[in-house]
């Protein structure tokens, strides 16, 4: 129902920081300059794959060209390296390049797609990607060239994913539709690509059979397209066809089709979305000249970070001193990964080294990093000199910043912090802020805006845990999973005296080495229970206590085991708030754990925030959790919402292990601040089937009037399909938002129906569907607007075709189930008549959603249908022309009984 105004370009590019970096990949000159192209630390080093890698993107950067008709190419290109590869003199270190944020990910193949490259994609029409996967063999083997085609042009399909928001012009699960004109046609664009239709499932083709439910092509029939092709588009179709080298635009698009560019984009062409992204706002006419990249070889190091801490005299209120201690402990002896280097810096009116970079490679260096933590606070606020003196430790190890990190914390204002904005920019290094209060300096998000660091932010209000949140979630981004530790739990509460505060954890198969339990308090030190799985009890005499700090800690000995954890804090002092934060590291190397990545995006002024969290064991998607986004906000009250995994609302796709949710409340001036909780639930996290946003798998070509089979697309086994993980539990910082104007309402309209479902059921037309909000997914729409046709429905003839009566239903809350049932009595229809059927859902004040998707079903006899309200006016009918008959009848048989009494009286 919220949102609006422009937030200006530092609001807009915090908000991308979570979907995409506004600071690494962008287009100069027509030219896209720092694309990443990263290698995860597990691939086995081949001097081969960098060669063909470069190979691949020389041809995608002429290809790209043409295909977007002179207007961009790839001009300047990193390839980072794993730490662990042999270095030479020409590979150079890297600034802010990192795994985690790479456009382009070489790593091994996901179980879902095997070697098929992929782009995953969070958002829907005209948002960005999260990243294209590309896996080695796929690289290396030209033997997958009849299949996919050049690897030029296909990266270019991926690119057209990543960058530009569009979809898939093919359907694996709808491979065929009946054309307006009655014809069967394969879902494609253009209509112009032409080809056989043949049955090779036997091992010889055959002229494909029509199935007699769907009135389609049977699923054994496939569309084998000509080698030589005069149609030249398009690239979203099969970019592996030699002549195909444009997309579809506004003459070749194929509004029938039933695919997901359709169903993204309102039936709009790529071309149509791709000419309004910011790259072809930002473009020059045409670039004519070399298209030739430049290649740079980067290589991963081992983290080099420092803790820039304010000890401001502000520092002394709400006990934020000692909160930067404990959040800054854990951050210190639990999360930093072995082998990094660390130092510490602290600042007031001025800096002050506290110490030098310091190897963590033992539990004694952590703990004497801790010692050094600041325990009292007082002065002015100078954060460039903090930050200046942090360059200068982070200089120790090689007398260079790039590459490196520095976590700046702060809660006050500085109106000189911009003095150090192009200083910390030429860096190199990444600079992550954490906000602390209500006023810490509103440029702050500006220093990790320029250097592509995290914002993070932290009330005080001490039970929602934000400021150990905000430290935990600084966890490296070189891509080694093994080595991050990760949050399982992190809960506050506020205790009365005698009061208890309880919860469970579960530690799944994928975790439990270096698991730390952790209580903090304000004033006495709590009574604290824990009992493992197999009943083991833990007391307060286990827990490690350090007083200065109100800080207990228990590490688990060895691997923690899998289960329930289950603990208890008693409050045995007055009342005060108390925290409970758990976290643990990969039990095993070669398993990867179960992770949570949050994101968020904004489009434009007019557009919603749409929060998305991605959960997963690798690159396999964990359904069926349950996940809630804790937003705080600037007034200081929480706000919770459960996002979905369901294909609805701000939800693309159903089963993918992304999970979704409009977020309509950022008005207000302030920072908001985000923390994710997700709980798996017993059983296996089943994988979907559904594909989409890969490349085509091309099941062969016609070769002048022959057809020849690629050998049949490999399954995915059962194994892969199913993810045995039990329980688990998870919490994630989602970083922070600074909205530095307050916005005015916006009334959004309700979201598209996108699972609109019609059905044959006997005598009956069942349709159903899951309910909208009034405003996207929230609230309950006003009512439904519903139209059936013979002819396909677009969103141009909506309004043109014969329309359903729905005046009696009434539109639940969003999510709910949504049904309706035609009678059919009186209008009969040819045999195999299809119907056609779409929805739109109106709000109070009579905005429309976008065009449903459209359903359809065939009848093979005789169908009539009629509404309700037309069924309850004939039945009416009937009634009464029955009760007319029965007085004309009764009239008759009384006049007839009379007739023959007055005969019978005349006789006598």
Known sequence: MVLGKPFNLVFACLLCTYIESCFGLNLVDNGYR?????????????????????????????????????????????????????????????????????????????????????????????????????TPDFILNDGLLPIYGKKGPLFVHEWAHLRWGVFNEYNEQMPFYKSSNGRIEATRCTKGITGSYKDCS????????????????????????????????????????????????????????????????????????????????????????????????????????????DISGSMNQENRINRLRQAAEIFLLQVVEPGSLVGIVTFNSGANIKTQLKTVDNDNVRKDLVKLLPTSAGGGTNICSGVRDGFQV???DDGATNGDEIILLTDGEDGGI?????????????????????????????LSRRTDGLQLAATDKVDSNGLIDAFTGLVSENGDLSQQAIQLESLGRSIDKGGWFSGIVSIDKTIGNNTYFVVTWEDIQPDVILRSPRGKIYTQANFQTENATHTARLQIPGTAEAGNWVYSVMNSGRKQKVTMTVTSRAVDENVAPVTV?????????KSPTVIYVEVSQGFLPVLNAKVIIIAELPSGVPEEHELFDNGLGADTRKNDGVYSRYFLNVTGRGRYSFKVRVEGREGPSKLTSKRGRNAIYTQGLTIDGVVHPNPPKPTVSEENRVAQI??????????????????????????????????VLEDKIELEWTAPGADLDQGAASYYEMRVSNKLLLPHSFSGVERVNLTNLNPQPFGSKEM????????????????????LAYDEINQPSEMSNVAMITSAEPLPIIDNYTTRAILITVIVLLLICLIVGLLIFWYKLKGKKEDEERLQ
């Not at 990263?38 to 086995?44: D, F, G, R, V, Y």
């Open 726 to 759: 039990g329980n688990f539990s998870r919490v994630k910082s989602g970083g922070a938002i600074s909205n530095p104007v307050d916005i005015p309402v916006v009334n959004f309209p309700p979201s598209k129906i996108t699972d609109l479902e019609a059905r």
């Open 597 to 605: 990545n949050p994101r968020v995006s904004w489009k434009d002024p």
């Open 34 to 134: 720092d694309l990443v192209i990263a290698i995860k630390p597990s691939i086995k080093h081949n001097e081969m794959l960098l060669e063909k890698i470069q190979t691949m993107i020389t041809d995608a950067s002429l290809y790209l060209q043409r295909a977007t008709k002179n207007k961009v190419y790839f001009s300047d290109v990193k390839i980072l390296l794993p730490s662990s590869w042999p270095g030479n003199g020409s590979i150079q270190r890297p600034t802010t390049e990192s795994y985690e944020k790479a456009s382009v990910i070489i790593a091994e193949e996901n179980p879902k797609y095997g070697d098929t490259p992929y782009t995953l994609q969070y958002g829907g029409c005209g948002e960005k990607g999260r990243y294209i996967h590309l």
């Open 394 to 396: 982070l200089r120790g």
């Open 202 to 309: 036997s091992g010889s083709c055959s002229n494909c059979k029509i199935n007699e439910r769907t009135g389609l092509y049977d699923t054994s029939c496939n569309f084998y397209p000509d080698k030589v092709q005069t149609a030249s588009s398009s690239i979203m179709y099969n970019q592996g066809l030699e002549n195909v080298v444009e997309f579809c635009d506004e003459k070749t698009h194929n509004t029938e089709a039933p695919n997901m560019q359709n169903q993204m984009c309102n039936y709009r062409s790529t071309w149509e979305v791709i000419k309004e992204s910011e790259d072809f706002k930002n473009a020059n006419s045409t670039h004519n000249g070399s298209v030739q990249p430049t290649f740079t070889l980067v290589q991963s190091k081992d983290r080099v970070v420092c803790l820039v801490l």
């Open 820 to 839: 309706f049932i035609i009678d059919p009595e009186s209008i009969e229809l040819e045999n195999r008549t299809t119907l056609y059927f779409a929805i």
């Open 418 to 446: 911009s003095s150090c904005f192009k200083e910390a920019e030429d860096s190199g290094a990444k600079i992550h802020t954490i906000a602390l209060g209500p006023n810490a300096a509103k440029e702050l998000e500006e």
